[in-house]
């Protein structure tokens, strides 16, 4: 009982929080989430790149490529988004069913326990 206890203090709210989902609900909303957060680091990380670049860019941005240069960051962009969301997916399964067989064996011990209390 002090097992179960300390599970559902702890680890138990987050597999909790995962059980209420179905599985694809919850890789896809953790996926959108990586995307977005993919989004956001990669703009983050590019800008940081135009501004320390910033004096040759400007030098250069007539001579140069622009719309070689929209593809080079549409690709990497594309690349990272999809790299991101992969490693998110599998981190995203194991994880649900990690939630799903502890909680398996938590609803398991808690009839055990209603059947002790019943006797």
Do not use: P
Request: glycine fraction near 4%.
């Amino acid at each position: 009982m002090t097992h179960m206890a300390s599970y559902e203090k702890n680890e138990g709210k987050k597999n909790m929080a995962v059980g209420k989902f179905f599985r694809s609900d919850y890789i896809t909303i953790q996926m959108l989430k990586a995307i977005l957060s993919a989004t956001i680091v990669y703009g983050a990380c590019f800008a940081v790149y135009i501004l320390y670049q910033f004096e040759d860019f400007m030098e250069n941005i007539y001579n140069m490529d622009l719309i070689g240069f929209a593809k080079n960051v549409l690709l990497y962009y594309a690349v990272t988004v999809i790299v991101y969301t992969l490693i998110s997916y599998v981190v995203c399964s194991v994880r649900y069913t990690k939630a799903q067989k502890n909680l398996k064996s938590y609803y398991q011990s808690l009839k055990k326990l209603g059947s002790l209390y019943e006797e």
